[in-house]
T-cell receptor, first 114, second 114 residues
Framework: GAGVSQSPSNKVTEKGKDVELRCDPI?????LYWYRQSLGQGLEFLIY????????KSGLPSDRFSAERTGGSVSTLTIQRTQQEDSAVYLC????????????FGPGTRLLVL | AQSVTQLGSHVSVSEGALVLLRCNYS??????LFWYVQYPNQGLQLLLK??????LVKGINGFEAEFKKSETSFHLTKPSAHMSDAAEYFC????????????FGAGTRLFVKA
């Protein structure tokens, strides 16, 4: 079956612009995670969604970052007023539910802020 | 709070030699431990995981890891390296205090010499 997909695969933007990154989890997976992979910080947890529960936003680095998950499926990560330090690969993962230890990762979106 | 330390940002072995990638963790609750592999320009792939069952865990591609609580370690090994094992490896820790948001180590890049 289809895995986790993310779009776009690459995004180049200018400092100060807003960007939206999309994640399509595996069908039927209720848990969804966003991570960021950058040279300076390694792999960091950003946000976690489980079903209709309030998301765990404890990893979001600033209020310029937000995410939503519509209909319990597709998720969008939005970065407002992008800064150069936001340049990174943004990875999405999904798992069957909040008791499942196995996360399936998408290929990531490579964001470059000029 | 949880944390992961991977000893050695780069490890180089000869083809056919033993692979040993070191990982130590810190966790205030019984941890779930993972090793992921990332090939160039690809997403993360789960190699193996420890979820409080057997302490010696076997994964894909001939890799295995042993959970040692007394040493707070979860080192990854493979008896004989192949050229195709060249990649970056991440050790990670998680708990079930609300999903499985995962804390990753800094990664170890494995080089395999012919």
């Amino acid at each position: 079956g289809a895995g986790v997909s993310q779009s776009p695969s690459n995004k180049v933007t200018e400092k100060g612009k807003d960007v939206e990154l999309r994640c399509d989890p595996i069908s039927g997976h209720t848990a969804l995670y966003w991570y960021r992979q950058s040279l300076g910080q390694g792999l960091e947890f950003l946000i976690y969604f489980q079903g209709n529960s309030a998301p765990d936003k404890s990893g979001l680095p600033s209020d310029r970052f937000s995410a939503e998950r519509t209909g319990g499926s597709v998720s969008t990560l939005t970065i407002q007023r992008t800064q150069q330090e936001d340049s990174a690969v943004y990875l999405c993962a999904s798992s069957l539910d909040d008791r499942s230890t196995t996360q399936y990762f998408g290929p990531g979106t490579r964001l470059l802020v000029l | 709070a949880q944390s992961v330390t991977q000893l050695g940002s780069h490890v180089s072995v000869s083809e056919g030699a033993l692979v040993l990638l070191r990982c130590n963790y810190s966790s205030s609750v019984p941890p779930y431990l993972f090793w992921y592999v990332q090939y160039p320009n690809q997403g993360l792939q789960l190699l193996l995981k420890y979820t409080s069952a057997a302490t010696l865990v076997k994964g894909i591609n001939g890799f295995e890891a042993e959970f040692k609580k007394s040493e707070t370690s979860f080192h990854l090994t493979k008896p004989s390296a192949h050229m195709s094992d060249a990649a970056e490896y991440f050790c990670a820790v998680s708990d079930n205090t609300g999903g499985f948001k995962t804390i990753f180590g800094a990664g170890t890049r494995l080089f395999v010499k012919a």
